[in-house]
Nanobody
């Protein structure tokens, strides 16, 4: 079984920063793309940032220039550095990843961790 444990959330004032961490543990083969998602009550989960195994990154427009995703392949960790936080960034943040099963097929975990709450006050 693979576990996802998010941490680093908290309460921060607008303009502040937080660094989220996601630890992946359990029996896995090889991790492909990793990503951070966020969700607020009544809204669909949104992909915020992703990073491929080759290091290419993508961000949703609303966080571009403020958030930075990174990964440590040796530790099976993915991070999200969040700067210049805004009240609209308030959400529960989750991580997930696509796991390689062959040279041409990868699949995301069909479940989620508990997430970590980020609350930005203004």
């Amino acid at each position: 079984q693979v576990q996802l444990v998010e941490s680093g959330g908290g309460l921060v004032q607008a303009g502040g920063s937080l660094r989220l961490s996601c630890a992946v543990s359990g029996i896995i083969f090889r991790i492909n793309t990793m990503g951070w998602y966020r969700q607020t009550p009544g809204k669909q989960r949104e992909l915020v940032a992703s990073i491929t195994s080759g290091g290419s990154t993508n961000y949703v427009d609303s966080v571009k220039g403020r958030f930075t995703i990174s990964r440590d392949n040796a530790k099976n960790m993915v991070y999200l550095q969040m700067n210049s936080l805004k009240s609209e960034d308030t959400a529960v943040y989750y991580c997930n990843f696509a796991q390689w099963y062959s040279s041409t097929f990868s699949r995301a975990l069909p479940y989620w961790g508990q997430g970590t709450q980020v609350t930005v006050s203004s």
